[in-house]
């Protein structure tokens, strides 16, 4: 596959303020002659337990002329969201390589107009190849492969945010701390993770010393006070900011936001609204942050749909709607701030039963599609 320098080959957009350019969308002849009656599929790789992005977008398309369907792929045959797409097929593992050719596979099987990555490590895999699904038709819903390791590398993060004067919790490498000076409590995590995998709480020089082996690959952050936040927000294909929600994280757990409210503060939304333009975003990212005596501090940035995405489209902020018209070649409008303030989400464990156990394929190297198991499940 070839490696594609996308701002070389196509005409950009500025990040206003020295800010580099990031990409402008190719208006390529497929999406022009896409008419109104026809279907406009989408595929979500690693469907897992995103049961609210592939919901999310299966009503958006049905609230669509011409209609479409989602499809996903996951490794595991087990994977819930499996259940709740129009159809899906199994895929390797995102390190094969086998991965990308085979989601291209995919797309042209099933008329494929908009892919949607939707975990941290795969990111800049879609960036690097994003002509590659381009020259079949397909739109990657995806930044450049610069955002995508920016992100993922919590030390080029920190980097990122000071060159540029934006603010973001103090991060180190472990060989930088001195255990027994440092202020105490800190904050250990991998420096290339997702989630709360791997993150720790240190309360003294022992804890550091022991999670800073225990730790892969750890950064070493000062430990944030103040009531958190994840600020969701959505650029289109040419860069620029449709959408961008506050929301309070006021429970959580495995890292996603259980209960939480949204927040309008345009003091915070103009400031995420800077960050993105300057980072040079396209499609989604949720920014993470703490909030105490009205200063926020990032200190993590991830460029996909976050895993309470369900609470801001609740809120009135339909992403996945305003990123289908962009796909068809309409341009809606921006509506920052556009959300119901102070609405609140409740989330709840639900579950699928299966009689006998589904059929599903295992994993192949060749593509497995899989029929709907619909008729096999019981809700309860």
């Known amino acids: 596959m070839s490696n594609y320098d996308w701002r070389r080959n196509h005409s950009t957009v500025g990040g206003g303020n020295g800010a580099p350019a990031h990409a402008a969308v190719r208006r390529y002849p497929e999406r022009a002659r896409l008419g109104m009656s026809e279907e406009f599929n989408v595929l979500i790789t690693a469907a897992s337990r995103r049961i609210a992005l592939i919901r999310g977008f299966k009503r958006a398309l049905a609230q669509t002329p011409g209609g479409g369907k989602v499809w996903v ?39 494929i107009k908009l892919i949607i990555p939707s975990i941290d490590e795969e990111l800049p895999l879609f960036g690097r190849h994003k002509k590659d699904f381009m020259d079949i038709g ?21 980097s990122f945010f000071t060159s540029n004067g934006f603010p973001f919790a103090k991060t180190f490498l472990p060989e ?57 927000v959505l650029a289109g294909l040419d860069g620029r900011i449709l959408s961008i929600v506050p929301r ?30 300057r980072l040079g975003i396209v499609g989604p990212v949720n920014m993470q942050c703490k909030v105490q005596n009205g200063r926020a ?9 976050s895993g309470a995405i369900q609470l801001t489209i609740a ?22 701030g556009d959300f119901k303030d102070n609405f609140l989400m409740l989330s709840y464990e639900d579950s699928i039963f299966e009689l006998n156990g589904a059929a599903i394929p295992s994993v192949s190297p060749q593509l497995v599609s899989g029929k709907k198991t619909r008729e096999l499940v019981e809700k309860v």
């Open 73 to 111: 792929t996951d490794y595991d045959k087990l994977a819930p969201g499996l259940r709740f797409a129009d159809g899906y097929h199994i895929a390797p593992l995102s390190s094969s390589e086998d991965y990308i050719p085979t989601l291209l596979d995919v797309c042209k099987k099933r008329k």
């Open 138 to 158: 397909v739109i990657p819903l995806v930044s450049d492969e610069r955002v995508g390791l920016i992100c993922n590398d919590k030390s080029k993060t920190a």
């Open 248 to 277: 309070e994280r006021l429970v959580i757990r495995s890292g996603v936001s259980d209960k939480g409210k949204t927040h309008r503060s345009m003091k915070l939304i103009g400031l995420c609204k800077a960050i993105c333009e």
């Open 176 to 232: 930088e701390v001195d255990p027994d000076s440092a202020k105490y409590p800190l904050f250990i995590k991998p420096r290339s993770g997702r989630g709360s995998i791997g993150a720790h709480m240190v309360k003294d020089a022992n804890e550091l010393k022991f999670f800073s082996s225990y730790v892969p690959e750890p950064v070493v952050q000062e430990y944030l006070e103040g009531r958190e936040y994840t600020i969701d």
């Open 315 to 336: 809120s009135g902020a339909d992403f996945f709607s305003m990123i289908i018209n962009e796909g068809m070649g309409l341009r809606p409008k921006p509506a920052i």
């Open 297 to 305: 501090t990032f200190f993590e940035i991830n460029p996909r749909f």
